[in-house]
T-cell receptor, first 108, second 118 residues
Framework: DIQMTQSPSSLSASVGDRVTITCQASEGISHFVNWYQQKPGKAPKLLIYDVFNLATGVPSRFSGSGSGTHFTFTISSLQPEDFATYYC??????????FGGGTKVEIK | QVQLVQSGSELKKPGASVKVSCKTS????????INWVRQAPGQGLEWMGRINTNTGNPTYAQGFTGRFVFSLDTSVSTAYLQISSLKTEDTAVYYC???FGAGAFEIWGQGTMVTVSS
């Protein structure tokens, strides 16, 4: 299975900060990388699909980039409602979809 | 609007079975596969597999073969996850989710907490 190594596992940031999270795939994958936000007690929410496409209704402060094995998720200006856990996910192999370990974004 | 509504929390003893339902509405049931994702307490997300809602053909991820069964009742637009011979390590929230395309999980159920304890 393709492993997705996500870093950091947690970070502390202030409102207005730029936040970057990375995912390293264990082998090269095409554009099949998505990013999700999860708040406590809630289901995950799709933010970015296919590396850089914003899901419906997602604010433009969220963005994604990358190719090959290295993928990046960025929040350009952190808002109070953005404190949550974020996950990357690959679906290059449709028989073995995998998620990264998650990044918890906390208030500094 | 498109919705996935799951059945309520379950408390089971080790060795028992549980069946979680995922009732869909707002779209044609057979147009999208239903995927299942597990989240153990305080842990990350784990893809369990999917079921093709057209053919009923399931695909199970590694680690979810044998005791885990996906099924459908197309007459009521509902997918099911059954887990048999429950173990304490099966304690988790189980989500059903509908992708657009092949693997971007756009719509999620609210989750079903399954607790396995003696």
């Amino acid at each position: 299975d393709i492993q997705m190594t996500q870093s950091p596992s947690s970070l502390s940031a202030s409102v207005g900060d730029r936040v970057t999270i990375t995912c390293q795939a264990s082998e090269g994958i095409s554009h099949f990388v998505n990013w999700y936000q999860q708040k406590p007690g809630k289901a995950p929410k799709l933010l970015i699909y296919d590396v850089f496409n914003l899901a419906t209704g997602v604010p433009s402060r969220f963005s994604g980039s990358g190719s090959g094995t290295h993928f990046t998720f960025t929040i350009s200006s952190l808002q109070p409602e953005d404190f949550a856990t974020y996950y990357c996910q690959q679906y290059d192999n449709l028989l073995a979809l995998t998620f990264g370990g998650g990044t918890k974004v906390e208030i500094k | 609007q498109v919705q996935l509504v799951q059945s309520g929390s379950e408390l089971k003893k080790p060795g028992a079975s549980v069946k979680v339902s995922c009732k869909t509405s707002g779209y044609t049931f057979t147009s999208h596969a239903i995927n299942w994702v597990r989240q153990a307490p305080g842990q990350g997300l784990e893809w369990m597999g999917r079921i093709n809602t057209n053919t009923g053909n399931p695909t199970y991820a590694q680690g979810f073969t044998g005791r885990f069964v996906f099924s459908l009742d197309t007459s009521v637009s509902t997918a099911y996850l059954q887990i048999s011979s429950l173990k304490t390590e099966d304690t988790a929230v189980y989500y059903c989710t509908r992708p657009f395309g092949a693997g971007a999980f756009e719509i999620w159920g609210q989750g079903t907490m399954v607790t396995v304890s003696s």
